[in-house]
T-cell receptor, first 113, second 116 residues
Framework: DQQVKQNSPSLSVQEGRISILNCDYTNSMFDYFLWYKKYPAEGPTFLISISSIKDKNEDGRFTVFLNKSAKHLSLHIVPSQPGDSAVYFCAARDEGGAQKLVFGQGTRLTINP | KAGVTQTPRYLIKTRGQQVTLSCSPISGHRSVSWYQQTPGQGLQFLFEYFSETQRNKGNFPGRFSGRQFSNSRSEMNVSTLELGDSALYLC???????????????FGAGSRLTVL
């Protein structure tokens, strides 16, 4: 039972353009959503988060949008840079699960020069 | 400030053997969580430890176990290894258990286990 889904295994975007990574979830009890970025041979690093009571959160070039009615969130990267090439994981926290995060399968983003 | 340190980084075992992986959290962090990453499955939660006590457990068989020491360092053990246990095992630490707010996890680089 995949509670968090990233349906696009890969995405290729031209440098300078917008990258949009999508994530769907099924559990309405999730209260926080996070995005992590992972480079090869490194652990995932935290990128940005959003509370379930908000619909948008911005941090520099990164913006996360949350649509609770559709149980959908997206990460926008503008403008995309070559260093953004990595695997991006969407994660959700179950309000009853404290530190437990439920992750999606990841989307490999490639930024082409 | 040193990050989360996991050892060993790479190891190869054969079916039926057991393995122990170690994790040293960021200094001052008291919560340690373990995740398994396999291709196509994302990261799956194994267990969480806080103050030497297991607080939460994922949907894994009893062959997977762990513990936390008084200095917050943690180990996980997998007994009777199976081919399907080949994965990247990631440890993450955080300052405390979150009551509210997104208590961000800081991950180590992982221990890559190959079972032959």
């Amino acid at each position: 039972d995949q509670q968090v889904k990233q349906n696009s295994p890969s995405l290729s975007v031209q440098e300078g353009r917008i990258s949009i990574l999508n994530c769907d979830y099924t559990n309405s009890m999730f209260d926080y959503f996070l995005w992590y970025k992972k480079y090869p041979a490194e652990g995932p690093t935290f990128l940005i988060s959003i509370s379930s009571i908000k619909d948008k959160n911005e941090d520099g070039r990164f913006t996360v949008f949350l649509n609770k009615s559709a149980k959908h969130l997206s990460l926008h990267i503008v403008p995309s840079q070559p260093g953004d090439s990595a695997v991006y994981f969407c994660a959700a926290r179950d309000e009853g699960g404290a530190q437990k995060l439920v992750f999606g399968q990841g989307t490999r983003l490639t930024i082409n020069p | 400030k040193a990050g989360v340190t996991q050892t060993p980084r790479y190891l190869i075992k054969t079916r039926g053997q057991q393995v122990t992986l170690s994790c040293s959290p960021i200094s001052g962090h008291r919560s340690v969580s373990w995740y398994q990453q396999t291709p196509g499955q994302g990261l799956q939660f194994l267990f969480e430890y806080f103050s030497e006590t297991q607080r939460n457990k994922g949907n894994f068989p009893g062959r997977f176990s762990g513990r936390q020491f008084s200095n917050s360092r943690s180990e996980m053990n997998v007994s009777t290894l199976e081919l399907g246990d080949s994965a990247l095992y990631l440890c993450a630490s955080s300052l405390r258990r979150a009551v509210s707010g997104a208590n961000v996890l800081t991950f180590g680089a992982g221990s890559r286990l190959t079972v032959l």
